[in-house]
């Protein structure tokens, strides 16, 4: 009898080598590469057999197409993510840190399907029964009739989900404690992850249920297992959010049925994840409009408009190399801020510690955020409390010029919806501006950091720059 084959694959990125190394050659990374044993099944090598795949018929691009059917759950943040609901017939994967709230988005979602005559199957992988029965009971929805298992293989699985009427949703927590008969590695392993996402996957383009995978992360925040269950599933879904605070952010990053980058905001409670339809009242709750280096910054997430606090600390640092430390933005941004600073502004800057947060656990990805930023720094730099009703966005250029951003329109009329008198940006040129708001537009940042240095107040010690 022929000895088993093996190979050597990276347990992060999925990468196959011929031999065990030390360090993944794909992603750099080191001790992730495992034995697992080739398979003929899903995810195997190939056969020699004859194929038995037969011709398929040709369609050209025009002609009737349906909508995609949606299974409202009634979570009107869930759906604004989902792009308006469950699709039938799609796989969805969910992704958050340990405790941050998948288990108990997903479990009242499924009762709010439950509790509208849908047929829902919750699976757990990685709690009993009676652990769900808690949860529910402490949620309030133990009286919805949510179909229950705790179950790891992935054929019993499909075997009991098929039996009688097909599911409209099936849940899966977590994909990472399934395993299959297909392969022979261990559960969790990139293999096993990947051949029952795709096993579960065809399950639900071929009932036309609504499918919905759990998955770890990593501590670099992505999903853990390979890349290739990203590209498998229709939707990927991250929560976000500091187990600290009580808020948490939902953000679709991939949706094939609806828009990408939209966020959800949910609210944690004793009775479970409660939606927040206004974010940026949220966001702005504690904010302390009479500090400096306190500025509001207009965002858009997918097609939200949300305005969020930038907070910025400058002060003299006592060591050779100043500290830089961000929590919420991209820190390689703030370098070019602060170079543009110094270089094409005067500002004296670059000697000092400096710390910057996105209030409330947002993470903000847009260049539109750079004069905010910019804003917040001078701001704490030269003591200068801004405006109180005033918001900023726009993108700086390596020249220091401001450039436009997207949706400013959007943006404006948030910023009056929510009682702000005054908006910095760059030059739009034709604006829709919204009542009550007076715009002040820069083609130059350093036309804003003149403005704000003209505000200055006297500092008690300390390098304050110059601008």
Known sequence: MAKPRSTYICQMCGNITPRWAGRCEACGEWNTIAEEV????????????????????????????????????????????????????????????????????????????????????????????????????????????????????????????????????????????????????????????????????????KTGAAVVLVGHVTKDGQIAGPRVVEHMVDAVLYFEGDTSLTYRILRGVKNRYGATDEIGVFEMAGSGLREVPNPSALFLDQRDSGAAGSAVFAGVEGTRPVLVEIQALVAPSPLGTPRRAVVGWDSARLSMVLAVLETRCGVRIGANDIYLNVAGGLKVNEPAADLAVAAALISSLTNAPLPADAVYFGEIGLSGGVRPVVHANLRIREAAKLGFGSVHTARLGKADNAEGVLVHEFSALAELVGRIAANRQPQTGGDDGEA
């Open 38 to 205: 080739a398979s003929s099944g899903v995810g195997g090598g190939p056969k020699a057999a004859v194929s038995s795949g037969r011709p398929v018929e040709l369609v050209t691009l025009s002609g009737e197409s349906e909508d995609a059917i949606r299974i409202v759950s009634g979570n009107g943040e869930l759906d604004r993510v989902l792009g308006g609901g469950f699709v039938m017939g799609s796989a969805i994967l969910v992704g958050g840190d340990p405790g941050i709230g998948k288990s108990t988005l997903l479990l009242q979602a499924a009762a709010a399907l439950a509790r509208q005559g849908k047929r829902v199957v919750y699976i757990s992988g990685e709690e009993a029964i009676a652990q769900v029965r808690l949860r529910a009971a402490r949620l309030g929805v133990a009286d919805a009739a949510v179909e229950l298992a705790s179950e790891t293989h992935v054929e019993t699985i499909l075997a009991t989900i098929e039996e009688g009427e097909a599911p409209d949703l099936v849940i899966i927590d977590s994909i990472q404690t399934c395993w299959t008969e297909r392969v022979e590695s261990a559960p969790g392993t990139v293999t096993q992850v990947r051949t029952s996402a795709q096993a579960l996957t065809r399950f639900a383009k």
